[in-house]
């Protein structure tokens, strides 16, 4: 009787690979999984459906992660405002942690023998993937055949072309994973120090170049509202916010990072509703929040966002930071206005109630009405005394000598 194992699959190139390998190499009964983390329309994951059992999978599985994907990782990545070297903000870190986790449930729940994912082996994903398998389903054999087989993606075309397996191969140049929270794009371009992709390898084209007022609502850290419309859960907001910034080519970069494994690593991504979300919850944050919560904040959230990276989601001190990141989020509750443009937007202000930038306390640079100009004088002598008095002491010792 052939052995079982579940399979990690996208329907991409390297997925679809693995399938043959392990079905006609290694003998091995596939069952595919799909977690869809936001990436996909109904009809995408349909027609994947039908490509993993055009490969000869004994089954396919397709999970809806997208609400628990925003309820356990993307609501913590908005409060912390988190973008990994200040620029991207963790789309495939985030969303394969979410896959690895219900994999390893899919895994318990079928009584596999062995999990696989297509993952190579100069990349995240790979420890990722690893490390949540070894604490969630200790002793399940873990199998990659393109990290073990060494694999270029030349190499893979040409196996599954000689297995009758029909592959895009313009297209398949390019490795992209969609999901809520972003879109990343590999390929030759992100291989070297230098390079940037054609037009034509974005997934979503720039299709709007006029100007577009845009109004995001905010209550309590989490989005209510679009424009005044309102959503009964966040992740139905930040798809309707990438339908509305997408096509003006906002959020597209390329990232640059240390990867878990020790090298540098570059990754393009499109993340125009992550990029503007996140933008604009800062700034309300920083007219709410006094400036200690919003030092603190940084801290943590730096720490939060590198250890999430590095795929620790199951570490008990992330229960402990989530827990500092949503009572933080108590007066974060407001309206932001957005002007979005062709490849660039910029945020007009802010309107709260919590705003401590209040005219009733003084306008800053023209008037105070919260204390005199004595009081000031005071305050600095005061505030300075400290330094006033090492000053003194040095001065009083350097005389000595």
């Not at 920083?286 to 590095?310: A, R």
Request: charged share 20%; hydrophobic share 35%; net charge negative.
């Amino acid at each position: 009787m052939a052995k079982k194992v579940v399979l990690g699959f996208s329907g991409g190139l390297d997925t679809t690979f693995c399938v043959k390998h392990l079905s006609e190499e290694k003998g091995y009964e596939v069952h595919s999984i799909i977690v869809n983390t936001g990436g996909f329309s109904e009809e995408e994951l349909k027609k994947i459906e039908a490509h993993a059992y055009s490969l000869g999978v004994t089954s396919h599985t397709t999970v809806n992660a997208v609400k628990t994907y925003y309820d356990k990782i993307i609501r913590y990545l908005i409060y912390g405002n988190v973008l990994k070297n200040n620029t991207y903000p963790l789309s495939v870190s985030a969303e394969r942690l979410s896959q690895a986790l219900h994999i390893a449930e899919h895994v318990q729940q079928l009584g596999a023998d062995a999990v696989a994912h297509g993952s190579t082996g100069a990349g995240n994903d790979q420890v990722r993937f690893d490390m949540i398998f070894h604490i969630l389903i200790p002793g399940v054999e873990i199998i990659t055949p393109i990290r073990d087989l060494k694999l270029s993606r030349e190499e893979e075309i040409d196996y599954l072309q000689k297995k009758g397996v029909t592959v895009n191969a313009e297209k398949a140049m390019y490795s992209i994973n969609k999901g809520l929270w972003g879109t990343s794009i590999g390929g030759k371009e992100t291989l070297s120090s230098k390079g940037i992709f054609p037009e034509s390898a974005w997934p979503t084209q720039v299709t709007k170049h006029d100007t577009e007022e845009l109004v995001i609502g905010f209550e309590k850290g989490e989005i209510k509202s679009v424009n005044e419309k309102t959503f009964d859960h966040p992740s139905l907001a930040i798809q309707e916010l990438q339908t509305i910034v997408g096509p003006y080519g906002i959020g597209r970069d390329v990232h640059v990072g240390d990867t878990i494994i020790g090298i540098k690593g570059r990754v393009g991504f499109e993340a125009a509703a992550p990029i503007v979300i996140i933008k604009s919850h800062h700034a309300l944050e920083k007219h709410v929040l006094t400036k200690w919560q919003l030092q603190w904040k940084d801290t943590l959230s730096q720490f939060y966002g590198n250890w999430l990276h590095e795929g620790q989601i199951l570490d008990p001190v992330m229960r402990d930071i989530e827990a500092y990141l949503e009572h933080a989020q108590q007066t974060v509750t407001g309206k932001v206005f957005l002007q979005l443009m062709p490849y660039r937007y910029q945020i007009v202000g802010i309107e709260s109630s919590y705003d401590l930038m209040n005219s009733k306390f003084g306008k800053y640079g023209e008037m105070n009405s919260g204390f005199t100009g004595e009081d000031v004088r005071g305050f600095s002598k005061i505030f300075g005394n400290q330094n006033i008095i090492w000053r003194a002491v040095q001065a009083e010792n350097n005389t000595k000598e």
